[in-house]
């Protein structure tokens, strides 16, 4: 079947259509975006602009009418931080449901870490061991640690790079005293969050997963992502430490000039970086591996696994060993 997922993010909303049969990988068939940046769009109360609610319900008219043209036989839509932390997020969720006939679900904090764990857990499998992500979005910074398919501890904390740039950052470059304010803010979030997850134990792999945890890599050095999702590329805390004192000199213009940087983004890879190095500092990672899968493909994996059960075969069959039903 044709599936589309349909991703409201607080940087991009992106529809990608997937062509899935059982056991199948989650390969794009097609990709349509935009990069919505709906943080942009927050007032003084932290309330989304009647602007930004309307260019968010005409994307995702857009959206679903090219999920329509391309075939699609099901849609899933899911909202994240910027819309669950939006003092108005459940008007503008029915703003666009009414609208659009697209009904936008929204995931919490804790869901968005355990969903986007259990893609981590496919990519690398089981031989991965205890499994450590860190995912660092627009609006939120998600951790979770585990040995299985879901999470033994999955934990949402509000240090998005687009968020922190815009409360703390307010100039081309940052200045000496708001950087120190960003670390010692970050820092302080962090510190119950790491707890929780240290209490879980040493992971064996941490990965990273993101956009931003994907250019941070770039910037030190990563494969581009010319060379495939196979080609290893680990991102060392020795490395992006250096990198971050350098990006706290660079203005954005500069950043958007580094490898993996796009212009869009380049103003919040500052606070990416001190994120990213501060969670792995605090949590002894020395080393993180970029995981090309996310939320979205734990979404799609997920709705996989509950389409193609056949409850007939699967509860019923008889025991190879016993010859009784299991």
């Not at 409201?8 to 992106?14: F, P």
């Not at 981590?120 to 992500?133: E, K, N, P, T």
């Not at 979770?144 to 922190?164: E, Q, W």
């Not at 770039?218 to 991102?235: D, L, N, Q, S, T």
């Amino acid at each position: 079947m044709r599936l589309g997922v349909l991703d409201v993010g607080s940087n991009t909303v992106h529809l990608l259509l997937l062509d899935v049969y059982p056991g199948s990988q989650p390969v794009p068939y097609a990709s349509h975006k935009t990069d919505l940046r709906l943080v942009r769009y927050l007032d003084a109360a932290g309330n989304i602009s009647p602007e930004g609610r309307d260019a968010l319900t005409a994307f995702v008219t857009e959206a679903r009418d090219f999920a329509a043209e391309n075939d699609a036989e099901d849609l899933l839509a899911f909202a994240t931080s910027a819309i669950r932390e939006a003092g108005n997020g459940d008007a503008v969720l029915e703003h666009v449901q009414s609208h659009s006939g697209v009904n936008l679900i929204e995931i919490s904090g804790d869901q968005e870490a355990a969903v986007t764990f259990s893609a981590v857990r496919r990519w690398f499998g089981w031989s991965a061991g205890r499994i450590l992500d860190l995912d660092i979005g627009g609006g939120s910074f998600e951790m979770a640690i585990g040995d299985n398919g879901l999470p033994a501890a999955a934990v949402s904390v509000p240090l998005g790079a687009a968020r922190l740039t815009r409360r703390l950052i307010h100039g081309e470059a940052a200045l000496p005293s708001e950087t120190k304010r960003l670390r010692q803010h970050v820092a302080k979030v962090l510190a119950p969050a790491v707890e929780t997850i240290g209490a879980v134990g040493v992971p064996t792999l941490t990965a990273g997963t993101s956009k931003s945890f994907r250019s941070l890599a770039r910037i030190c050095g990563a494969a581009p992502k010319g060379e495939g999702p196979y080609v290893p590329r680990p991102m060392h805390l020795e490395d992006l430490r250096l990198w971050t004192r350098r990006m706290e000199a660079m203005t954005a213009t500069e950043r958007a000039e580094l490898p993996g940087v796009s212009v869009n983004r380049a103003a919040q890879m500052l606070a990416a970086g001190i994120v990213a190095e501060s969670a792995m500092s605090m949590l002894g990672v020395e080393t993180v591996q970029i995981c090309p899968w996310a939320l979205r493909e734990g979404v799609i994996l997920r709705r996989l696994d509950r389409l193609h059960v056949d409850p007939d075969v699967v509860l019923n069959r008889p025991s190879e060993i016993t010859g009784k039903a299991v």
